[in-house]
């Protein structure tokens, strides 16, 4: 039997195009109900490699003779005296499962699971399109082959993974050469949940300044990382040098796109609550979109605009005992329930020199944990940032990260997680 291999650099559709019920087929001489028991004991013991002996009438299978009952039941006293010279239909099954030859191996699996145990173990009759027997398929060449396309479809599946990693992680290239070159002292940890992920950051520099995003699109693994690509590209394309310190502008323009991109139009007049909501993600069937962290940092006149999507910004002047914490609005960007004219605020500080700011996505402060296994917490969070402010930028995302894995100990990671920081 033909067996898919590794190498094979075929696409899916493909692999799954070569395997039908046909490729699984033994060719297994029939009998019909003329011939008797006897002879069925004959042609076992002549083919010791063969489970399952078809019946045929006019080239058409009516049964199929299962070699272990047949033989369990011949072996019985006084079974051959009295059967050896009947019909071979009297230990016949007479409900095996017949397939078309060119029947998917997937709809093949199917049928077999529906059947039950006595499938694989007796095996299936194959025919072609007009019903004339043709051979036979035993349950355990069905269960290799699908091992093997299982098997295919991972390696498939984890190649292109990988190279969608490969791809989310040049697009995040350019945002950490300018956030480099804007800042002396920072930190940026970028670790998603799977492979790839639902987390994004996004940084531009301007002659004045540098834009600032972090970025939760929803899900993770590779739905949120289709999210991301659709978020940073239309990022990329609105944010230009006069709107820059306008963050709740650009989101109001990103929530807008996210709409209109995704199909999630608001035609539900007259309806209130969760009858409004059920009738949109019915119409639309998306229900998706980004919470974020948007700042604008202007270096020529030492203030900052953020503006929030259910995402808070914290800020630490030196010598503070408290974190300072800017909260977002309570609204994400794109989502059902996110009006088409909604409005975010933009919220403008003077910056002292010396002062850190950090941003982090929900992964961190919503990870369960701890001898009570609860969440993180923003309390544990913000108390970090205290202890070690005075530390470098590199020493602090360290020590951070170390409390977050400690913390998470053995439970299993929730989220993807990116973390933020720099001293102005």
């Not at 070699?67 to 009297?90: G, Q, T, V, W």
């Not at 229900?287 to 270096?299: C, K, N, P, Y």
Request: charged letters at 25%; glycine letters at 8%.
């Amino acid at each position: 039997m033909e067996k898919i291999e590794s190498s094979n650099k075929a696409g899916l559709s493909e692999i799954e195009a070569n395997f039908v019920a046909k490729s699984l087929m033994l060719k297994v001489d029939a009998i019909s109900p003329e011939n008797t028991n006897t002879e069925v004991s004959n042609y076992f013991r002549d083919n010791s490699g063969v489970i399952g002996l078809p019946v045929i009438e006019n080239n058409k299978p009516i049964g199929l003779i299962n070699r272990n009952i047949f033989m369990d039941s011949m072996a019985r006293p006084f079974h051959a005296e009295l059967y050896n010279r009947k019909s071979c239909i009297s230990f016949m099954d007479k409900t095996p499962l017949v397939v078309p030859e060119d029947m998917s191996i997937q709809e093949l699996s199917f049928k077999v699971v529906n059947s039950g145990s006595k499938t694989l173990n007796d095996g299936f009759i194959i025919t072609d399109n007009e019903g004339i027997y043709l051979g036979i398929g035993t349950g355990e060449d069905l269960v290799r082959v699908v091992t093997n396309l299982q098997a295919e479809k991972n390696r498939l599946v984890m190649e292109s993974i990988n190279y969608a990693s490969v791809i989310q992680k040049s697009f995040l290239r350019n945002s950490m050469e300018d956030l480099q070159s804007s800042l002396k002292e920072f930190y940026l940890h970028w670790e998603p949940r799977d492979k790839v992920g639902g987390d994004y950051y996004f940084c531009k520099k301007f002659d004045d300044g540098f834009f600032l995003a972090l970025i939760d699109c929803t899900g993770h693994g590779v739905p949120g990382a289709f999210m991301t690509l659709i978020m940073s590209s239309f990022l990329d394309h609105v944010l230009i040098e006069k709107n820059k310190s306008d963050p709740a502008g650009l989101m109001q323009i990103m929530n807008k796109k996210v709409k209109d991109a995704l199909g999630q139009h608001d035609n539900t007049e007259g309806l209130e609550g969760e009858a409004k909501y059920a009738k949109m993600l019915d119409k639309d069937g998306s229900d998706d979109g980004m919470d974020a962290a948007f700042i604008w940092v202007d270096l020529k006149n030492k203030n900052f605009t953020f503006s929030g999507a259910k995402t808070p910004l914290y800020t630490l002047n030196p010598g503070d005992t408290e974190v300072a914490i800017i909260d977002g609005d309570k609204k994400g960007v794109g989502y059902v329930d996110t009006p088409y004219e909604f409005e975010w605020t933009n919220k403008t500080s003077q910056f002292t020199e010396g002062m850190n700011i950090y941003m982090t996505t929900d992964g961190v402060i919503d990870q369960i944990g701890g001898s009570k296994n609860i969440a993180f917490g923003k309390k544990r969070y913000t108390a970090n940032i205290i202890e070690n402010s005075k530390k470098t930028m590199t020493e602090q995302k360290d020590l951070l990260l170390k409390e977050f894995y400690d913390y998470q100990g053995k439970q299993k990671r929730r989220d993807d997680v990116t973390i933020a920081a720099f001293k102005l």
